[in-house]
């Protein structure tokens, strides 16, 4: 079974640009989870989609959003990029039932670099 | 928000040897995840635990689920050079986002 898999997996803008990243989640899982990670502030949720519809949401600005297509693959978009936004980026995909053995699987990242 | 105290923040080992690290919570968790990352990649799973009190084995590496709910270790026994990483306990309820602590850097001298 393949693994998640996130496009692109390195990208470099500037200030001001918008950036949209893909994340294409293990063969049918229906959750898709994305983190922001940094080395200062280590791995943080930025939101869940479930079924097309934002399920969880963490506490980050309006400028991050997402979303999900019918074959639960999603985008995350970041608008007005700031340089604090370089981060690793990363995605991770579950079945997104709510028993404690439905265990999230992580794709390899997408490195942002905002200049 | 929740916050996960992973400690130790780095190891420095001779190969052979075993290592232990922890995480502590403020809040119970009905599941306690161990994760490992290498440079540049994403975190891929090692250990999962449902159940306080169970103790679970992948190889060199065991973990535990506190009896508390708030808590869980990670031991790797014999290190190899190939564990050289970034370990990460991460902690879930219900099916609220995962919390994760802040690492533990592991480094494995030959």
């Known amino acids: 079974k393949a693994g998640v898999t996130q496009t692109p997996r390195y990208l470099i803008k500037t200030r001001g640009q918008q950036v949209t990243l893909s994340c294409s989640p293990i063969?049918?899982?229906?959750?898709v989870s994305w983190y922001q990670q940094t080395p200062g502030q280590g791995l943080q949720f930025l939101f869940e989609y479930f079924s097309e519809t934002q399920r969880n949401k963490g506490n980050f600005p309006g400028r991050f959003s997402g979303r999900q297509f019918s074959n639960s693959r999603s985008e995350m978009n970041v608008s007005t990029l700031e340089l604090g936004d370089s981060a690793l980026y990363l995605c991770?995909?579950?079945?997104?039932?709510?028993?404690?053995?439905?265990?999230?699987?992580f794709g390899p990242g997408t490195r942002l670099t905002v200049l | 928000g929740q916050q996960l105290n992973q400690s130790p923040q780095s190891m420095f080992i001779q190969e052979g040897e075993d290592v232990s690290m922890n995480c502590t919570s403020s809040s119970i968790f009905n599941t306690w995840l161990w994760y490992k990352q290498d440079p540049g990649e994403g975190p891929v799973l090692l250990i999962a635990?449902?159940?306080?009190?169970e103790l679970t084995s992948n190889g060199r590496l065991t973990a535990q689920f506190g009896i508390t709910r708030k808590d869980s270790f990670l031991n790797i026994s014999a290190s190899i050079p190939s564990d050289v990483g970034i370990y990460f306990c991460a902690g879930r309820m219900g099916r609220r986002a995962l919390t994760f602590g802040s690492g533990t850097r592991l480094q494995v001298q030959p």
């Open positions: 991770a995909s579950s079945l997104g039932l709510a028993e404690p053995t439905d265990t999230q699987y």
């Open positions: 635990l449902y159940k306080a009190g």
């Open positions: 063969s049918g899982h229906r959750s």
